[in-house]
């Protein structure tokens, strides 16, 4: 799926009032901005903003951050919430690799849904669930570990869970077809998955927590 360029997207971005635009400023401060104490969920790769956006309104009593590196992605994002109040969401546009600058033991929960899979040997690194990753993410989980990840790539699922394992995570749920599962997990589906939902493409999913 190919998303449009937004041609003023830095201005859309720049007059929201839910895209934080400097970030570090608030690095163990997030509560202070969301006024309260709730926990908070930050999905890295939001894309439009589908998942993030749904998931503050079915959860008003959980805090949610959507971070996105592109612009126009983000912009779109912007657009969806106009005329919308949504005081438990939040938007950042910034790479994920910064996260560290942002947070500090803050965060819940950390959701990746069908990011980027770099399927090439050489571009492992760059994979939300890389070691390396995971070890930015132990720098910014409030107390226990939870992350959740859905994909439509076979070669990024299966990496995944060897990566969490290898980190000595444990898994709550795994499917292999998300939709056909017959345990009915929750799921709000992004703006790729509603489109791979129509194809019957099949969705893989984990649950996995690190308690300390």
Not at 174 to 185: M, P
Request: hydrophobic letters at 35%; aromatic letters at 14%.
């Amino acid at each position: 799926m190919r998303y449009n360029v937004v041609k003023n997207a830095n201005s859309i971005l720049e007059s929201s009032d839910y895209l934080v635009k400097n970030p570090s400023s608030y690095k163990n401060k997030w509560k202070d901005l969301f006024h309260n104490n709730n926990p908070i969920c930050l999905e890295l790769g939001m894309g439009r903003g589908s998942f993030i956006i749904d998931m503050a309104k079915y959860h008003p009593n959980i805090n949610y951050i959507g971070l996105e590196l592109d612009s126009s992605q983000t912009a779109t994002a912007v657009n969806k919430l106009s005329g919308q109040n949504i005081k438990n969401l939040k938007l950042i546009c910034a790479d994920a690799s910064k996260i560290i600058d942002f947070f500090g033991k803050e965060i819940d929960t950390i959701y990746l849904t069908f990011s980027e899979p770099w399927p090439k040997k050489q571009d492992e690194k760059k994979r939300f669930t890389h070691e390396s990753y995971l070890r930015l993410y132990d720098r910014i989980f409030k107390k226990n570990k939870h992350i959740i990840m859905k994909t439509d790539n076979k070669i990024l699922f299966a990496s995944a869970l060897e990566s969490l394992s290898n980190y000595w995570y444990v898994f709550d749920k795994v499917s292999l077809d998300l939709h056909n599962d017959e345990r009915k997990i929750e799921n709000i589906m992004t703006d790729f998955e509603k489109q791979y939902f129509k194809e019957h493409r099949q969705i893989y999913y984990l649950d996995a927590y690190f308690d300390n």
